[in-house]
């Protein structure tokens, strides 16, 4: 076995060249011998001549498994038909669809009671991680994060402009009802009074010891169809058991974030204090953006070359977000 090893990473075709230097590529080449070591074990005549001399059949091996493996619930997506407090809905189309999570928007099926308590509301489906990567289980992160979600989305049930539970779904999704309204992504018509009311929102959030940390986001920001603001995936909020100093950290980058995206889209509310501070960035946010450069450019690059090969989704059906619309990649 080891001289059969040894031959086989000493094989030409393992170093096909790929568009990174350094370490990436050293990572990516990494990876793909895992994948061909693996067929090695699996191939019913591993000595066999054709089976060396396939250039590319570990790279497909790893490539194609890529093509779920990218995917929070592998490439079958999101089911098309749910059943939530014995509520059948039927789904209608996919929001986002990312390696953490899959979002999709559900409409109650014909044979719904019609006069049950909210079974005429249309509901958002939201699955977190089920699908293993590289045949590395990862479920059990999908059930830490939405139990997590869940349980921050109780805390704040009493306000109505973060999503209300609707129900489970399974261990690693859960459902809540559909908020009308455009994110600010979709650069929809903002009320002069909207960022007032965010602040207020956020402010109440605070108030129960939670950070919502993704408001860096504008995606997360909805201008609903009544014209007030609304806040949606709390994935990776924190919730803290009292209003200690990192508690307060976190707020005020919450607090940061919010000036900078009314300095960007509504300048003309700003006052004059406003202004400077959303300018003010902390110390920790220069840390993180120096730190998430690096692993930003090679995230691009890896997804560019994925997206141009035909290893990311490109549907009709998937109406996603600017940061995860694959088109970007181009």
């Given amino acids: 076995m080891c001289r059969q090893l040894t031959i086989f990473f000493s094989k030409p075709h393992l170093k096909t060249e790929f568009p990174f230097h350094g370490i990436g590529n050293s990572v990516f080449l990494f990876i793909r011998r895992l994948f061909l070591i693996e067929d090695c074990y699996l191939a019913q005549n591993p000595y066999h001549k054709a089976f060396w001399q396939s250039k590319d059949q570990g790279t497909g091996s790893m490539l194609k498994r890529l093509k779920s493996d990218l995917y929070a619930c592998g490439r079958e997506g999101l089911p098309k038909e749910i059943t939530i407090k014995n509520h059948r809905y039927q789904h209608v189309r996919t929001f986002k669809h990312d390696f953490f999570a899959a979002t999709g928007y559900y409409e109650t099926t014909l044979d719904a009671p019609p006069n049950s308590i909210g079974s005429l509301r249309p509901v958002v489906l939201k699955i977190n991680r089920i699908q293993p990567f590289c045949k590395i289980p990862l479920s059990w992160l999908g059930r830490f994060l939405t139990r997590r979600e869940m349980q921050i989305l109780r805390q704040l049930e009493d306000l109505d402009q973060v999503p209300q539970l609707a129900g489970s779904w399974g261990k690693n999704g859960f459902a809540y009802l559909y908020i009308d309204g455009r994110s600010l992504d979709e650069k929809p018509s903002i009320p002069d009074n909207f960022f007032e009311e965010l602040e207020e929102l956020l402010g109440r959030i605070h108030q129960r010891h939670i ?112 940061e995860n619309n694959p088109n970007r990649f181009r």
């Fill in 211 to 322: 950070c919502y940390i993704d408001l860096n986001k504008r995606g997360n920001i909805l201008v609903g169809a009544d014209g007030r603001p609304y806040l949606i995936d709390f994935q990776i909020s924190m919730a803290w058991g009292r209003s200690g100093r990192i508690c307060r950290r976190f707020q005020k980058e919450d607090h940061y974030h919010l000036l900078k995206h009314k300095r960007r889209l509504r300048p003309d509310l700003l006052s004059p204090s406003q202004r400077e501070e959303s300018y003010r960035r902390s110390i920790w946010i220069q840390i993180h953006r120096i730190l998430a450069k690096p692993f930003r450019f090679l995230r691009r690059g890896i997804m560019r070359w994925l997206y141009k090969h035909g290893y990311l989704m490109d549907s009709a059906d998937l109406t996603s977000s600017p």
